[in-house]
C-alpha cells in the first residue's frame, strides 16, 4: 500500500509547492505517544488534520489542477480506520502510518468518539445536517472474523458484508 510516492519524498521537498502541508513523524514522537498512555483526544485529531492536510495537498497537486474537485477527508480517514482494524501486518502498518496513529484501537477510539459526536447526532442545532454511510465488503471466498464485523457494527455503526464478487 503506497499512498503518495511523490509526497514526502525529500528529493522534491524544496519544488513542492505546498511543501508546508507535509508532516513527519519522527520516531521520538512516536515513542513519546506511547509513553504517555491512554489517547489523547487532542493529539489524535491534530494527527488525524496532519494526514488530511496530506491527502488534501496530493489531490490538489495530482488529480484536481485543472477540475473541480471534492473530497471528504472525515470519511477517508473512517474507511481507513475500518480497513484498518481488520489488516495485519505490513498494510496494517502503513495505515497507521499514514493515518498518524500508534494502534488500531486509537483509531477506533478516535473513530468512536467522531461517529457519536458528530456523525451519529442526529440533532438539528441550526448547523448543517451530516449523514453518512459506511460500510466494508469483501469478496465471500475471504470470511469476515466476527471480532473485525462486531468493530466495524459497534465502533464506526457501520457493516461488514461477504458478497459474491464473482457473479456480481
Known amino acids: ?8 519524498s525529500s528529493s522534491s521537498s524544496s519544488s513542492h509547492p505546498l511543501g508546508f502541508l507535509r508532516f513527519f513523524l519522527t ?24 494526514s488530511s492536510l496530506l491527502l ?12 473541480n474537485f ?3 477527508p472525515l470519511t477517508v480517514h473512517i474507511a481507513l480506520s475500518m480497513v484498518a482494524a481488520g489488516s495485519t501486518g505490513r498494510t496494517n502498518d502503513q495505515i497507521l502510518s499514514f493515518l498518524r496513529a500508534t494502534t488500531n484501537e486509537e483509531l477506533n477510539s478516535l473513530s468512536a468518539k467522531i461517529v457519536s459526536l458528530i456523525l451519529a447526532d442526529g440533532s438539528t442545532l441550526g448547523g ?3 449523514y453518512s454511510a459506511n460500510g466494508i465488503w469483501v469478496d465471500e471466498s475471504m470470511p469476515l472474523k466476527p471480532a473485525f464485523a462486531e468493530i466495524v457494527k459497534d465502533v464506526y455503526e457501520a457493516e461488514a458484508k ?7
Open 27 to 50: 520516531a521520538e514522537k512516536k515513542k513519546r505517544r506511547q509513553e504517555e498512555g491512554p489517547m489523547d483526544l487532542r493529539d489524535s485529531i491534530q494527527r488525524q488534520t496532519e
Open 128 to 130: 448543517p445536517t451530516l
Open 162 to 168: 461477504a458478497v459474491d464478487f464473482q457473479t456480481k
Open 56 to 67: 488534501a495537498s496530493h489531490i490538489a497537486i495530482s488529480e484536481a489542477r485543472e477540475v
Open 70 to 72: 471534492v473530497f471528504s
Open 1 to 8: 500500500l503506497k499512498l503518495f510516492p511523490s509526497v514526502g
